[in-house]
C-alpha cells in the first residue's frame, strides 16, 4: 500500500452517463496529480493540482473535469466520454510538485468506455 | 516542451541475462526518477539521481545519470523473473513537474 487509494478500481460506463472517480492520499502531501495509462501511450499527465489550486492542465478535453476540495482528494469527474476514453485513470501524490518529490501512485481505476 | 525519450519499448531475455534501459532528455535535467510498473499494477518509486555522472546501486539495478545531465540508464545484471514489469523514467527540469518516459517493458523468460 502507497498510502494513496482509488474507488472505484473498475468501472464500466456508457457514453452518456456521467461518473466520478475519487482518490484520497494519507501521506500528507501538497500536490496531487491524474494521470492517464492507455495500451499504446505513455503515462499522460491530465491534471496537477498543489494545495488545492490546479497549476497543470495539459489540453485534458472538457468531458473532463477535475475537482481537488482539500489536499487529501481529489476527484475526476467524468461526463459524455467516448470509447477512446478507455484506461487505466492514475491518481499521485507528492509532497510538492518542485520535481524533485517522488509521486505516490494509486492502484488506479481501470475505465471502459462502451 | 521538455521531452523524455526511453527505449527499448520491450526487451525479451532470457533469465540470467542482463538488462538495460535509456533515457534521453531532449533538454538538461535536474534530476531523474525511476519507477517500476509490475503487471497489473502501478508505477512504483525506485530512485532518484540529482548530480552529474551519478551512480547508484539496489542490488542487481544499477542507475546512471549522464554527466551531461540529459541521459540515464537502468541496468540489471542477471535478471530474474520478479523483475519483469515496466520500467519509466521521469525527468525534470527544475521546478518543472517530471516529464515520464514511455517505459521499457521487460519480459523474463524462465
Known amino acids: 500500500e502507497t498510502g494513496v487509494t482509488q474507488t472505484p478500481r473498475h468501472l464500466v460506463m456508457g457514453m452518456t452517463n456521467k461518473k466520478s472517480l475519487k482518490c484520497e492520499q494519507h501521506?500528507?502531501?501538497?500536490?496531487m496529480y491524474w494521470y492517464k495509462q492507455s495500451a499504446k501511450k505513455p503515462l499522460e499527465l491530465m491534471f496537477v493540482?498543489?494545495?488545492?489550486?490546479?497549476?497543470e492542465n495539459n489540453s485534458v478535453p472538457s468531458r473532463f473535469s477535475p475537482e481537488c476540495p482539500n489536499s487529501s482528494h481529489l476527484f475526476l469527474h467524468l461526463h459524455t466520454l467516448q470509447p477512446e476514453d478507455s484506461a487505466l485513470y492514475l491518481c499521485?501524490?507528492?509532497?510538492?510538485?518542485?520535481?524533485?518529490?517522488?509521486?505516490?501512485f494509486g492502484p488506479g481505476t481501470r475505465l471502459t468506455v462502451l | 516542451g521538455q521531452q523524455v525519450m526511453q527505449i527499448p519499448q520491450y526487451q525479451h531475455v532470457q533469465e540470467g541475462e542482463d538488462f538495460t534501459t535509456y533515457c534521453n532528455s531532449s533538454t538538461t535535467l535536474s534530476n531523474i526518477q525511476w519507477y517500476k510498473q509490475r503487471p497489473g499494477g502501478h508505477p512504483v518509486f525506485l530512485i532518484q539521481?540529482?548530480?552529474?555522472?551519478e551512480v547508484k546501486k539496489q542490488k542487481r539495478l544499477t542507475f546512471q545519470f549522464g554527466e551531461a545531465k540529459k541521459n540515464s540508464s537502468l541496468h540489471i545484471t542477471a535478471t530474474q523473473t520478479t523483475d519483469v514489469g515496466t520500467y519509466f523514467c521521469?525527468?525534470?527540469?527544475?521546478?518543472?513537474?517530471?516529464?515520464f518516459g514511455r517505459g521499457t517493458s521487460l519480459i523474463v523468460h524462465p
Open positions: 539521481l540529482v548530480k552529474s555522472g
Open positions: 501521506l500528507g502531501h501538497n500536490a
Open positions: 493540482y498543489s494545495l488545492e489550486e490546479r497549476v
Open positions: 521521469a525527468g525534470s527540469g527544475g521546478s518543472y513537474i517530471p516529464t
Open positions: 499521485a501524490s507528492s509532497r510538492g510538485t518542485g520535481g524533485g518529490d517522488e509521486q505516490f
